[in-house]
């Protein structure tokens, strides 16, 4: 195996070569620069020491996005202990269940978060800490009450002068395979399992962006945190690679719709934007199609002569709209929506599609958008084998297998799992069903867990059924059910839309009817959906926005 470097040892040098650069902002709020993190790092190592917390212990973080929660995590590792970052979008019994069954011994939870959870649902905690201020919210620890109702004083003691870039010592890893973090996947198929990621697989997946982004991406240039910290994608992506490359965060500490979103773009204006399909299809449907999408436009595009000058002046309406400073967008996390990918395509769109999964922590495959195989999730990453198990890769769909420096450990209390997830050779099952072709790109074609069968056990993948069918009229979002052998699509639509429009419910009724006529004639006969069901309310989902397609069944 190749020498890895020390991810802490790469934090320490990241704060000392960018002491005075701005490092973290909270959207409309403070900004931390890397020596105001150092400091706060400091008192929280303080806190840590004298409440009893050892090297190895477990820290849980639960909370939206912001600067002081990556504080408290880069303060965590560099400490020597084990991050539990949860996302805050699950339920109270949820994070109860996480906070237990990975035995941390302090909680860090947000202000959202710490007026839901119960205390009593969590009896080997010592303490929980608000997020926000590091304020004592309960604590079972006197050493612990000590420590932060002193922690100035404590500070004070230890640098009486000051404190600088030569104070800084922090906790190197023994091993690239010690553990770093506990991650909780979201999964949309029950409980969640505690994938124990090591140091060596936060430094391959930082080496990966420094090897794709590094010469793009410069010191000191801004990037939005959109996805939650605490799912592996945003955490790496939109937080280590930038702090450990100098970079300047921004927090959407509020719930990010896309109406946020687009004004944070226009403001900070990102050199790179990380996102889910769904973010990039709202802004795109909402910000740029109205424009674009009338008789006029429609006119000009079919004109030969002139239609690559106007899909040149619709690329830049469209990077108007993303801060008119992005390098490139990176979607993952789900499938992209082909009406959409194509739009982006044919106005050569600076756009990729990654893959990846929570147990890599998270990338498996990358192409960058000059090289990138519209369809495809790109190829395997630095550091990172893949391969497809089917007799014929190219053409017959086989699950995704990966192998390399990014694989978890396996699940945290969880031998049985982890032995059905990583091979004896070391290949992760993804779980995920592709092809790949001559070139290595992969193209993903359903979960295989989603998978269903037709009436002559033909395979279904009710993802490509369902892409189709978000691009017609008046549907937002759709799941595709097995009902008693017949396929039934659950329809979300565009109530907003009908209530401009004034349509009632028998008028939605109307159209969606239409579109399932006209998805049926694009479908195979085993493939053809016998019935509609109108959902009023949106569909319960991950904090990746995958749908609980569980909750349907």
Not at 114 to 132: C, D, K, Q
Not at 346 to 356: A, D, H, K, Q, S
Not at 483 to 501: C, G, I, S, T, Y
């Amino acid at each position: 195996m190749e020498k890895i470097p020390s991810f802490n040892e790469l934090i320490q040098k990241s704060i000392i070569a960018n002491w005075d650069l701005d490092a973290l902002t909270d959207y409309k709020g403070q900004t931390l620069q890397y020596h105001d993190v150092a400091r706060k790092i400091e008192k929280v190592h303080i806190l840590f020491e004298n409440s009893g917390v050892q090297k190895g212990d477990k820290i849980a973080l639960c909370g939206r996005n912001s600067s002081q929660w990556a504080v408290a995590f880069i303060a965590t590792l560099t400490y020597g202990a084990i991050a539990v970052p949860i996302l805050h979008e699950f339920m109270p019994e949820q994070i109860h269940n996480i906070v237990n069954h990975s035995d941390a011994k302090l909680l860090f939870a947000g202000d959202y978060v710490a007026g839901v959870i119960n205390p009593e649902a969590m009896p080997h905690l010592e303490g929980i800490i608000r997020s926000t201020d590091y304020s004592l919210i309960i604590s079972r620890s006197e050493r612990l009450t000590y420590a932060r109702e002193n922690l100035n004083a404590l500070y004070g003691q230890k640098y009486p002068k000051y404190f600088r870039q030569e104070h800084i010592k922090y906790y190197i890893e023994q091993s690239p395979d010690e553990l770093a973090l506990i991650n909780y996947t979201s999964g949309t198929t029950g409980f969640s399992k505690g994938v124990m990621i090591p140091y060596r697989a936060l430094w391959s997946n930082y080496d990966f962006a420094c090897n794709v982004l590094g010469k793009t991406i410069n010191k000191g240039d801004n990037v939005i945190s959109i996805l939650p910290m605490a799912h592996m994608y945003g955490m790496a992506f939109e937080f280590l690679f930038e702090f450990l490359h100098g970079c300047h965060v921004f927090y959407l500490n509020r719930t990010p719709s896309p109406a946020i979103i687009a004004q944070a773009f226009a403001e900070v204006k990102p050199k790179i934007i990380i996102a889910v399909p769904l973010v990039i299809e709202k802004i795109i449907r909402k910000k740029v199609f109205p424009k674009i999408q009338n008789n006029r436009m429609r006119l000009l595009l079919q004109m030969p002569i002139i239609s690559l000058k106007v899909r040149e002046m619709i690329c830049q309406e469209v990077l108007k709209a993303f801060g008119g400073n992005v390098y490139e967008i990176i979607i993952g996390g789900a499938a992209f929506n082909q009406e959409v990918e194509q739009f982006l395509k044919r106005i050569n769109f600076p756009y990729t599609v990654g893959y990846g999964a929570t147990e890599c922590a998270p990338i498996i495959c990358y192409s960058d958008w000059h090289t990138f195989a519209p369809g495809s999730c790109g190829r395997a990453v630095l550091h990172m084998q893949v391969k497809i198990d089917s007799p014929d890769p190219a053409t017959i769909p086989g699950e995704i297998l990966a192998r390399g420096l990014n694989v978890m450990l396996g699940y945290y209390k969880n031998e049985e799992a982890t032995a059905q997830t990583i091979d004896k050779d070391g290949w992760y099952h993804t779980g995920d069903l592709g092809t790949m072709d001559e070139y290595g790109n992969v193209y993903i074609n359903g979960r295989s867990k989603n998978m269903l069968l037709g009436p002559n056990g033909q395979n279904i993948y009710p993802e490509e059924i369902e892409d189709k069918l978000n691009s017609m009229t008046m549907v937002v979002e759709s799941i595709v059910v097995q009902r008693d052998n017949k396929l039934v699509a659950l329809v979300h639509p565009d109530l907003d839309e009908a209530k401009a429009l004034k349509f009632d419910r028998n008028d939605l009724e109307g159209i969606m009817e239409q579109n399932r006529n006209t998805l049926n004639q694009m479908l195979p006969a085993y493939e053809k959906i016998a019935e509609v069901e109108i959902h009023e309310e949106e569909f319960e989902k991950t904090p990746k926005k995958s749908i609980k397609r569980y909750l349907y069944k």
